[in-house]
């Protein structure tokens, strides 16, 4: 793998910056096929030996507008660090988690695309991408950590307060279509058809005596909130 040789000087930091922005603009615009050193030569006013002395080759410098890419689309990424993020309720974290995601996703749809392309026959693209998906992964399960309640989905493990949850499949089911949900409400005929099935009968008391038994195991204080003749949602 070809390791970047940082500029030294602030002329030569200030052209690789040019050159690693248009890079990634080129990338939005036309993809990798986009991405040819005559192209980036015309739009950062560089020339081809000062970008190779950075990059080394081609390789390196795909790798190099990848990784200026992922430090431009993280930073609407989850941080858990942030301080905002605490006190935070479990309906305020679930939802602000969410919004964080697909806000990351869709405003950089159009770079993203690409990468994920040429990650199916790129091996270090893949290595890097999936390192970041499962850094994005543990910043959101860390955020709804510090909210109170913790459901990885993967290892059907469910805790609150650093307590694991005895859980049967559907109060883990349940609880799933709720947190999914963001705090809107869900009716027990949607839980029933997607924490059971769409044939469940419509007049069993299921949902009900899941939501006591899950209510009982999540404690105090009272996560789950009723609407009457409306539903069920995560509240504060």
């Given at each position: 793998m070809t390791e970047i040789s940082a500029p030294r000087q602030a002329r030569s930091r200030a052209t690789w910056a040019r050159v690693l922005d248009a890079g990634v603009e080129l990338l939005a615009e036309g993809g990798y096929e986009?991405?040819?050193?005559?192209?980036?030569c015309e739009r950062a006013s560089a020339t081809p030996p000062s970008i190779y002395a950075r990059a080394g080759n081609k390789d390196g410098l795909l790798l190099a507008v990848y990784e200026h890419a992922m430090a431009q689309i993280t930073r609407t990424a989850i941080h858990p660090d942030d301080g905002t993020w605490d006190g935070l309720s479990v309906q305020a974290a679930?939802?602000?988690?969410?919004?964080?995601?697909?806000?990351?996703?869709?405003d950089n749809a159009a770079v993203m695309r690409p990468i994920v392309h040429r990650a199916a026959h790129d091996p270090e693209i893949f290595r890097r991408g999936s390192q970041a998906s499962r850094e994005e992964a543990r910043a959101f399960r860390t955020v709804l950590e510090g909210a109170g309640i913790v459901l990885d989905i993967a290892r059907h493990h469910a805790a609150r307060d650093g307590r694991t949850l005895d859980l049967t499949?559907?109060?883990?089911a349940v609880l799933e279509v709720l947190l999914r949900a963001?705090?809107?409400?869900?009716?027990?005929?949607?839980?029933?058809?997607q924490a059971w099935d769409e044939h469940a009968d419509p007049f069993t008391n299921a949902v009900r005596?899941?939501?006591?038994?899950?209510?009982?195991?999540?404690?105090?204080?009272?996560?789950?909130e009723t609407?009457?003749?409306?539903?069920?949602?995560?509240?504060d």
């Amino acid at each position: 793998m070809t390791e970047i040789s940082a500029p030294r000087q602030a002329r030569s930091r200030a052209t690789w910056a040019r050159v690693l922005d248009a890079g990634v603009e080129l990338l939005a615009e036309g993809g990798y096929e986009a991405l040819t050193i005559g192209a980036l030569c015309e739009r950062a006013s560089a020339t081809p030996p000062s970008i190779y002395a950075r990059a080394g080759n081609k390789d390196g410098l795909l790798l190099a507008v990848y990784e200026h890419a992922m430090a431009q689309i993280t930073r609407t990424a989850i941080h858990p660090d942030d301080g905002t993020w605490d006190g935070l309720s479990v309906q305020a974290a679930v939802t602000r988690a969410v919004e964080a995601l697909c806000r990351t996703w869709l405003d950089n749809a159009a770079v993203m695309r690409p990468i994920v392309h040429r990650a199916a026959h790129d091996p270090e693209i893949f290595r890097r991408g999936s390192q970041a998906s499962r850094e994005e992964a543990r910043a959101f399960r860390t955020v709804l950590e510090g909210a109170g309640i913790v459901l990885d989905i993967a290892r059907h493990h469910a805790a609150r307060d650093g307590r694991t949850l005895d859980l049967t499949p559907k109060e883990f089911a349940v609880l799933e279509v709720l947190l999914r949900a963001e705090a809107q409400l869900v009716s027990a005929e949607d839980l029933l058809e997607q924490a059971w099935d769409e044939h469940a009968d419509p007049f069993t008391n299921a949902v009900r005596m899941a939501m006591v038994s899950l209510r009982r195991k999540l404690g105090q204080p009272p996560v789950i909130e009723t609407v009457p003749r409306k539903g069920y949602r995560i509240g504060d």
